[in-house]
C-alpha cells in the first residue's frame, strides 16, 4: 500500500520506507506472512513510548513552570494516554495503512483504540530511528501537543485570555499567523493574539495551536499580571 497521504498527514517524510512499513505491522500480520515481512511493530512500540513520555513531560515543565509535580503528571498522562493516540490515529487516517492478520482484521482491528494508540508510538520510534529526535518530536508537537487544554482547562490559556477579556464590554480577540518557517518535519509557527487589532501577545511553537497557546499565555502576563 502507499503510504504517501499517511506521511503527508503527519507531516514527515520516511527517508527508509522499510521502518514506516514495519512501524505499521501488527503481530498477527507477522506470524501470517514470515517470508517477506520486516518483523512487527512491538520493539517499535516499546521505544516510541519512552520518546513520547520524554518530550511530552518536558513540555509540560517547560510550560507550566508554576505547576505542581503531580498536576504536571495528570496532564501527562491525559496526553499519554490509549484514548489520546487513538485521537491522533484518527487525524492522520492511520487504520487503512496497517498491515493486520486475518483474525485482526475480521474482528475489527483497523479501528480497536489499542491496535491504533501501539501504532501511533511505533510510528514516533520509526521516525526518530530515520530522522533523529527532531523528526520523532516533531510528530508528538503536531498530533498529541497540540491538544493541550482541550482536555483539561489548567493550560488552556486561549480560554483563560478569552474569559479574561470578556469582563470588559466590547472587547475581541483574534489571532494572526506572523511567520511559519522550517522543514516540514520540524515546522515553527509563530502566531500574534490581538485585542482590539492591537498585538497583545506572540508565541511560537510547532503548529499553530501551540503558538496561539503561547501568544495567550504571554497576553494574560502582558494584560492581566498574577491572574496564572
Do not use: W
Amino acid at each position: 500500500m502507499n503510504h504517501e497521504a499517511l506521511q503527508q498527514a503527519l507531516g514527515y517524510r520516511f527517508q527508509n520506507p522499510r521502518l514506516l512499513e514495519q512501524a505499521l505491522t501488527h503481530t498477527s500480520y507477522a506470524n501470517e506472512n514470515r517470508e517477506g515481512c520486516h518483523g512487527h511493530n512491538e520493539r517499535l512500540e516499546f521505544l516510541g513510548d519512552s520518546i513520547l513520555g520524554f518530550v511530552v513531560a518536558e513540555y509540560l515543565y517547560r510550560s507550566f513552570p508554576n505547576r505542581p509535580e503531580g498536576e504536571l503528571t495528570r496532564m501527562r498522562a491525559e496526553l499519554v494516554c490509549e484514548r489520546s493516540l487513538a485521537v491522533m490515529a484518527q487525524e492522520i487516517n492511520l487504520g487503512p495503512h496497517l498491515r493486520l492478520g486475518k483474525g485482526e482484521e475480521r474482528s475489527g482491528g483497523r479501528s480497536r483504540p489499542s491496535i491504533l494508540s501501539d501504532a501511533c508510538e511505533a510510528i514516533m520510534a520509526a521516525a526518530y530511528l530515520d530522522g533523529g529526535f527532531e523528526a520523532a518530536r516533531g510528530i508528538v508537537y503536531r498530533h498529541v501537543l497540540d491538544r493541550v487544554g482541550e482536555s483539561t482547562h489548567s493550560g488552556d490559556y486561549k480560554t483563560i485570555l478569552q474569559e479574561l477579556v470578556q469582563r470588559e464590554k466590547n472587547q475581541t480577540l483574534s489571532y494572526q499567523l506572523v511567520e511559519e518557517s522550517g522543514p516540514d518535519h520540524d515546522k515553527r509557527f509563530t502566531v500574534a493574539v490581538l485585542r482590539n487589532g492591537e498585538a497583545v501577545g506572540r508565541g511560537t511553537g510547532h503548529s499553530k495551536k501551540l503558538a496561539e497557546q503561547a501568544a495567550a499565555h504571554e497576553a494574560i502576563e502582558h494584560l492581566f499580571p498574577g491572574e496564572l
